[in-house]
């Protein structure tokens, strides 16, 4: 059991979940399995969990590095079968640790410096949103404005993958409200 390989915690206390998870994730590596030879190279930064009112499950975030986000996502499927089968009352989603920069103030004096445009806070939400319905491709978005000033995102999904998408977009939906506090509604297309 060592865990230390699988994850990289930079700030705050490991917590006992995240001890199991990796675990868990240095055993699908120990597996021999196909995804196994690929988790050699991969860690996690962390794993936060939220429960929510009148769900049946509670969701599990993995955090990875964002360099390791693509190789995690090549194997996602599979990887996130096989933590749902060691934690069954959990649904996992895989998200890249992204920051977001605050604008340049000119009080700070620092006029010359620009942020990349990967760290606004739109860029990073719309990330969030991809790599939460992953490997679901978000065919399209729209915004709806109510008129008491708040709106909601209309999220379409490809409907080749309806079946298997059903089943997670209300842990989904959660989930993005939880980190961004913006309301989402996922469709098909």
């Known amino acids: 059991m060592f865990t230390g390989r699988k ?3 930079t700030s705050g206390d490991v917590t006992d979940f995240e001890k199991q998870v990796a675990t868990a994730l240095f055993d699908i590596e120990e597996s021999g399995s196909e995804i ?3 988790m050699k190279k991969l860690y996690i930064t962390s794993v936060k969990t939220f429960s929510f009112e009148g ?3 509670k969701a599990a975030l993995v955090y990875v590095p964002f360099p390791l986000l693509n190789l995690f996502k090549e194997i996602s499927e599979r990887l996130v079968t096989e933590l749902e089968k060691k934690f069954p009352e959990y649904q996992f ?3 890249g640790a992204r920051k977001i920069m605050a604008a340049p103030s000119r009080a700070a004096g620092n006029t ?3 942020r990349p445009r990967s760290r606004t806070l ?5 990330a ?3 790599d ?3 490997p679901y491709h978000v065919t399209g978005k729209r915004t709806h404005f109510k008129s008491n000033g708040t709106n909601s995102m209309e999220i379409f999904l490809d409907n080749g993958h309806r079946a298997e998408a059903e089943a997670r977009l209300d842990t989904y939906t959660r989930v993005y409200r939880r980190l961004t506090g913006k309301n989402i509604q996922f469709n098909f297309q």
């Not at 739109?122 to 719309?126: D, M, R």
Request: hydrophobic share 60%; aromatic share 0%; charged share 15%.
């Open 7 to 9: 994850l990289h915690k």
């Open 128 to 130: 969030i949103l991809d």
């Open 122 to 126: 739109t860029t990073v939400h719309e």
């Open 112 to 114: 010359t410096v620009l």
């Open 55 to 57: 769900a049946a499950r």
């Open 132 to 134: 939460l319905v992953h």
């Open 93 to 95: 989603v895989i998200i």
């Open 36 to 38: 196994g030879v690929v």
